[in-house]
């Protein structure tokens, strides 16, 4: 046999297994990237509703139109999502959300009324021209709302939570102390914004209508003036 017969044979000990595993990189550790695919998956779920529900419509969409365009198992779905209309709520939640964050930073540093509004205006319209089916996605859930059923209360919960996040960034514009009429105001601009550009949408297209940006904001900033003096006169 070569070697030294009288040599100590080393021989690992738990310690040192545990050393040994202890130093393998933090991004290598199984429940990361198992994580990172959860969310890659529940992302790749939203997408693919959010333009199914803008194409197909919220009503005929179904999960397994959603499952099959995004190529994963409908068991897949249910862990991340227990039915389309919980997908559409949170949908519903993050659009709505990045509508704010963009009218947030539109309106850094501006105090004066008018000009407060015309910023908010102005980021709505930018935010649904660079997400056309967000646009009509809200357009449908709008009459969605209307029915009484538990899907529809739990969507007006969010989107009156909206309306009220609204009426505080609009609240300089009214008077600070005047919340009825601000959230009077941030249902108006929420009314007005979508619903027109929804119809230029429909019937001209979302190329024409952003060529045309200028003058659609234009025109609801003459009509949402109008509807802000006069809050402000009736206080």
Avoid: C
Wanted: net charge positive; no cysteine.
């Amino acid at each position: 046999m070569g070697g030294d017969a009288g040599s100590p044979q080393i021989v690992p000990t738990v310690a040192t297994r545990r050393v040994r595993v202890s130093k393998l990189p933090a991004a290598e550790a199984p429940g990361s990237r198992v994580a990172r695919r959860k969310e890659t998956t529940k992302r790749r779920l939203l997408e693919v509703a959010r333009q199914l529900f803008s194409e197909k419509g919220i009503y005929w969409a179904t999960v397994e139109d959603i499952t099959e365009m995004a190529d994963i198992g409908k068991g897949t779905f249910y862990k991340h999502f227990d039915s389309k209309e919980t997908i559409l709520r949170v949908l519903l939640e993050e659009g709505l959300g990045d509508v704010l964050a963009e009218t947030e930073r539109a309106i850094l540093g501006i105090s004066s009324g008018p000009k407060l509004l015309s910023a908010v205006i102005g980021a709505r319209v930018d935010y649904f021209l660079g997400h056309p089916d967000s646009l009509l996605m809200f357009h449908q859930i709008r009459g969605l709302m209307q029915l009484q059923v538990e899907a529809a209360k739990e969507l007006r919960s969010v989107y009156d939570a909206h309306l009220r996040r609204l009426a505080q960034l609009l609240r300089p514009a009214v008077g600070d102390g005047d919340s009825n009429k601000a959230r009077d105001v941030a249902t108006a601009v929420a009314a007005y914004t979508s619903g027109l550009l929804t119809y230029h949408l429909l019937f001209e297209g979302i190329e024409r209508i952003t060529r045309r940006r200028e003058s659609i904001v234009q025109a609801l900033d003459q009509s949402l003036q109008v509807f802000l003096k006069s809050a402000i006169r009736s206080r």
